[in-house]
């Protein structure tokens, strides 16, 4: 090699071995543009003398009392922006500063076993985040033609699921309940029994008493060792809960990426929603369908599209969704049963009859059911379907005594073996039933149901 070729290559190392420090030298050189807040109205906070991008954060305040907001609306010479805290204190004319860096938040699998917020900062007392990356905030989905196919199932060690309401690794599916009827609780049976490499749990809109109690008896130590929590609570900002739920998707990415097929919990996709909603009326937005504003409706299938299964890995999302006045037609559950791969009913009635987990098999439909069982299985589960279906549609008659038995052989099947149906669909909140246990409980229950065919 020559001189001048090996002059080169040692300035080219040199270069690279100082690139960090010249990056901060530069962003320390970098004037210092700040401008104003001009007022502060309700939710949100106009700012004049900053040139900014949606999406951007910028800071606001001195250094006494400062404040982290993002950009929601843009206009020649102001910004809207939403605070990522509390505006107590922050008065008009403060000084706002735009924050450069991109929006990103730490990820990987030095998160596993810990309670972030939704900026990715340790709730739990355990210290820093050593060995964390960054990943961004906002990340697109796969390509539709570059995702895998959802074809293996997924057990979540909930045998009413895992028969008749079949998962497969990165299929998307809701819990639609209303409140107090078992979401959380079902959650978190999910998050211990899952046969998924990671779980991520994004706990949004809840109440802060009940986090503590969901990490410690819910979700318990092994559960935990395993999974991500992301928490924001009722009283955050709503731009914090919406955040929460970006910072959750965004970390569940990351296990996808390594080749992980990692379970994306958010609890709830409502409360992200009432969020999107309280944002978009404090810029001006005109509220539409409920008073939900357009947005809403746009940011729902940008979120959940971006679980899935991606080239390697997957995410597999489930999104519990807190059905208003138990309308299941109301317009939040709505959209995303239209999104979701499937849903999963949760009934009242069962609830107040001690019946657990509350789900209403028949009302539930996973739609990729037929890609991630055999012909035998689906056998099992569209006969254990028919004779609760016949006995469904018969029982006001059972119940009056009109009903005469011979009529049906669906029906005298069902009435037989009621009991033990409900104990194969009812299981404690502690009980994990691994996949291949749960179908050979169903096998040797469908052979119970005496005469009737498969």
Same mark, same amino acid.
């Given at each position: ?26 962003? +320390? ?33 001195? $250094?006494?009392? @400062? ?30 500063? @735009? !924050? ?43 390509? /539709? ?110 296990? @996808? ?15 992200? $929603? ?58 939040? /559950? ?18 107040? +009859? ?47 005594? $009109? ?23 009812? !299981? ?27």
């Amino acid at each position: 090699m020559t001189t001048a070729g090996v002059t080169t290559d040692l300035a080219a190392g040199v270069r690279s071995l100082l690139r960090p420090q010249l990056d901060r030298a530069a962003a +320390a050189a970098r004037p210092l543009v700040s401008g104003r807040v001009t007022s502060l109205v309700g939710l949100s906070v106009e700012v004049a003398g900053l040139d900014a991008a949606v999406g951007d954060t910028v800071l606001l305040g001195d $250094a006494d009392r @400062r404040t982290l907001a993002e950009v929601v609306a843009a206009a020649l010479g102001r910004l809207r922006c939403l605070p990522l805290g509390h505006l107590t204190g922050l008065a008009a004319a403060a000084p706002a500063v @735009r !924050q450069h860096a991109a929006a990103t938040v730490p990820v990987g699998p030095a998160l596993l076993g810990r309670v972030v917020d939704a900026l990715g900062n340790p709730l739990d007392g355990l210290g820093p985040l050593h060995g964390a990356t960054r990943g961004p905030l906002h990340a697109a989905p796969p390509a /539709a033609l570059e995702r895998a196919r959802v074809d293996s199932p997924l057990g979540l060690g909930v045998r009413a699921l895992d028969t008749l309401v079949p998962a497969g690794r990165g299929q998307r599916f809701g819990i639609f309940a209303g409140s107090g009827v078992g979401k959380s609780s079902l959650l978190s049976m999910i998050a211990r029994g899952t046969s998924a490499d990671v779980s991520v749990l994004a706990l949004i809109g809840e109440r802060g008493r009940e986090v503590r109690e969901f990490l410690e008896d819910d979700l318990g130590p092994e559960g935990l060792a395993r999974s991500v929590v992301v928490v924001a609570t009722s009283d955050e900002a709503p731009a914090v809960r919406l955040r929460a739920a970006l910072t959750a998707t965004s970390i569940a990415e990351s296990f @996808r990426d390594l080749g992980a097929d990692c379970v994306l919990m958010m609890d709830s996709l409502t409360r992200v $929603a009432m969020a999107q909603r309280e944002i978009g009326l404090s810029v001006g937005e005109p509220p539409a369908t409920r008073g939900y504003p357009p947005s809403v409706f746009a940011l729902m299938p940008r979120l959940l599209e971006r679980a899935g299964p991606g080239v390697t890995g997957s995410i597999t999302g489930i999104y519990t969704v807190l059905v208003d006045g138990d309308d299941h037609n109301e317009p939040i /559950a709505d959209n995303a049963r239209s999104i979701l791969d499937g849903h999963v009913t949760l009934d009242r009635r069962l609830a107040t +009859a001690g019946h657990f987990p509350t789900i209403d098999v028949l009302e539930s439909v996973s739609r990729v059911a037929s890609r991630v069982t055999t012909r035998e299985q689906r056998a099992l589960a569209t006969t254990l379907r028919r004779v609760m279906a016949a006995h469904r549609d018969a029982k006001e008659l059972i119940e009056v005594g $009109a009903y005469v038995p011979g009529a049906n052989p669906d029906v005298d099947a069902a009435v037989a073996a009621l009991p033990a149906i409900n104990d194969f669909l009812r !299981q404690d909140i502690e009980e994990i039933t691994p996949a291949p246990e749960a179908w050979a409980r169903l096998e040797h229950l469908v052979a119970a149901l005496g005469g009737v065919r498969p």
